[in-house]
């Protein structure tokens, strides 16, 4: 199955259900189930930022699977999209009019009892037995 690596808090945030978008500088044509794996690198002025949310943050570890649906390149009009999402979680891309990257649309989040294992860049593969 395919994994994505994402950084902490972002990676809880959507196992939560509170952040539907992951964004990455690189497009993809896949679509289809995914693992969400909490990186071991945080983000600490995120984890201030987002902290109202109460959330706990694993490191090194599959945390979620869920559904890439979509990939939508990141422009003004989405941008606006954003906003009425999530302003809070979403700010950083919001107000970064120089990324120019893509968001990928994850749904279907199912939690799974945490996997630890080492993340990889890009989108990966591991065997779920």
């Known amino acids: ?27 993809t044509n896949y679509r289809g189930d995914i693992l969400i794996h909490a990186g071991k690198s945080v983000d600490k002025d995120a984890l201030e930022e987002f902290k109202v ?12 699977k869920g559904r890439i649906t979509d990939v939508i390149k990141v422009d003004d009009e989405f941008r606006e999209v954003l906003k009425k999402e999530n302003y809070l979680v979403y700010n950083h891309i919001i107000n970064d009019k120089g990324f120019n990257g893509y968001a990928f649309k994850i749904e279907n989040i199912e939690i799974v009892n945490p996997i630890y294992l080492n993340g990889q860049l890009g989108l990966w593969n591991y065997d779920l037995k």
């Open 1 to 27: 199955m395919k994994v994505l690596t994402i950084k902490q808090p972002y990676a809880s945030l959507i196992r939560s259900g509170i952040k539907k978008y992951e964004f990455r500088v690189w497009k």
């Open 53 to 64: 949310y109460g959330l706990d943050y694993p490191l090194g570890c599959i945390i979620a």
